[in-house]
C-alpha cells in the first residue's frame, strides 16, 4: 500500500504536468515523434485557419522535428495573448492589432514580447448589410443590429474603429453582437442581424456562402469615405484597397481599407525555427497557394515590412 507522502507527491506531479501542457509546455508529438507546434488561426471559414492548415502541413513535411496542429481561435488579439502566454506557438495577426501589442495599447494593457516571421497578404475589409436594413454608408448602422466578429479578434478592433471613426458609439448607437463569422453568416440569413463586420483575405469562404445564399438580398457598403477618419485615428497601417468583382461575383467592384497580415511569435523562439518558418513561407509558397489563394499575395519584397513590430532574429538572418 502506498504511503500518504508518496500519493501526495504522485498528485504534485500529475498536477505540474498538467500546468506545463496548459502553457504550452508540453510540445511532444502524440504520435511520429519530434516537437509539436500550435499555430493560432481563427474562424473555420475565415482564410487564417484555411492557410494554417496549410502551414501545418508544409512544417511537418519540411521541418525535420517538428509537427504543427492549426488552431481555431478568436484571431488577432487572442492569438497574440496565446503566444505571450506560452499556450501557441505561431499565430496569424492584423498589423493594426499586433502595432497595439507592441505599443502597449488597445486590448493591451503593457507592450507584448512579440516578433514577426513576416507580413503575409492583405485583409479586406468586409461591411455587408441585408438590403431591406437599408444600409448605405456606415453611419447608417446607426439603429441596426450589427456583427462585430468574435470577441478578441482583429475584426472587432476594425469594427470598433470604423463605427468611431462614422461618428457612432459602439455601445450606444449600434445593438452590437460579438459573433463568430459562422454565427454572423447564420444571423444574416435568418434575419435576426442587420449587417456585419469581417476582416478577411479573399475570397472567405464565409462570405462567399453568404453572398451565394442570400443573393441580392445582401450587398456590400463602400467604405471610401471611411479611410480618412480612420486615418486621422490610427495612422497608415489603413489603405485603400478594392474587393474585385470577381472575388464574390458582385456586380462592380468595392472600394474598402486595407491591413497586412503578420505571422508572429513569442521573442524567445529558437532563432533556429524561426529561420526556418521564414524560409518555409517561400520555399513552399506554391504548395500554400493550392491551399488558398490569398498566398498568392505574400511576396518577399515585402515580408520584411512588419514595422512597428521587429522581424524575429532568425527571421532576419533568412531576410538578409
Known amino acids: 500500500m502506498r504511503s500518504t507522502k508518496g500519493i501526495r507527491s504522485l498528485v504534485a506531479l500529475v498536477a505540474a504536468g498538467a500546468l506545463l501542457a496548459g502553457c504550452g509546455g508540453d510540445r511532444s508529438a502524440s504520435q511520429g515523434g519530434g516537437t509539436r507546434l500550435s499555430i493560432a488561426t481563427g474562424n473555420t471559414t475565415g482564410v487564417y485557419y484555411v492557410l494554417g492548415g496549410g502551414l501545418a502541413e508544409q512544417i511537418g513535411r519540411h521541418i525535420p522535428g517538428y509537427q504543427a496542429t492549426a488552431e481555431a481561435t478568436g484571431a488577432s488579439v487572442e492569438n497574440i495573448q496565446r503566444v505571450v502566454k506560452g499556450q501557441s506557438d505561431i499565430a496569424f495577426t492584423l498589423a493594426d492589432t499586433a502595432a497595439d501589442a507592441i505599443g502597449g495599447k488597445g486590448a493591451f494593457t503593457g507592450p507584448q514580447p512579440i516578433r514577426a516571421i513576416a507580413r503575409l497578404y492583405d485583409n479586406y475589409t468586409h461591411v455587408l448589410a441585408r438590403t431591406d436594413a437599408g444600409v448605405k454608408s456606415v453611419a447608417d448602422l446607426k439603429g441596426k443590429r450589427v456583427s462585430t466578429g468574435s470577441p478578441n479578434s482583429g475584426t472587432e478592433v476594425i469594427a470598433l474603429r470604423l463605427l468611431a471613426a462614422a461618428g457612432l458609439d459602439p455601445d450606444k448607437d449600434v445593438a452590437r453582437q460579438a459573433l463568430s463569422l459562422p454565427e454572423t453568416v447564420q444571423g444574416l440569413k435568418d434575419g435576426t442581424l442587420d449587417a456585419l463586420v469581417w476582416s478577411g483575405g479573399l475570397p472567405t469562404s464565409g462570405i462567399t456562402d453568404l453572398v451565394t445564399g442570400m443573393g441580392d438580398d445582401v450587398g456590400f457598403v463602400p ?14 497601417v489603413y489603405a485603400a484597397g478594392t474587393i474585385p468583382k470577381a472575388a464574390y461575383g458582385t456586380p462592380s467592384d468595392v472600394p474598402t481599407i486595407v491591413v497586412p497580415n503578420l505571422l508572429v511569435v513569442n521573442e524567445k523562439m529558437d532563432p533556429a ?17 493550392k491551399v488558398h489563394a490569398a498566398a498568392r499575395d505574400i511576396t518577399r519584397d515585402d515580408a520584411r515590412k512588419t514595422d512597428p513590430v521587429p522581424l524575429h532574429d532568425g527571421a532576419r538572418k533568412y531576410f538578409g
Not at 467604405?223 to 497608415?236: F, I, N, T, V
Not at 525555427?273 to 497557394?289: G, I, T
Open 273 to 289: 525555427l524561426a529561420e526556418s518558418l521564414a524560409r518555409l513561407l517561400f520555399d513552399h509558397k506554391a504548395d500554400l497557394e
Open 223 to 236: 467604405l471610401d469615405g471611411s479611410l480618412p477618419a480612420m486615418r486621422r485615428a490610427h495612422g497608415q
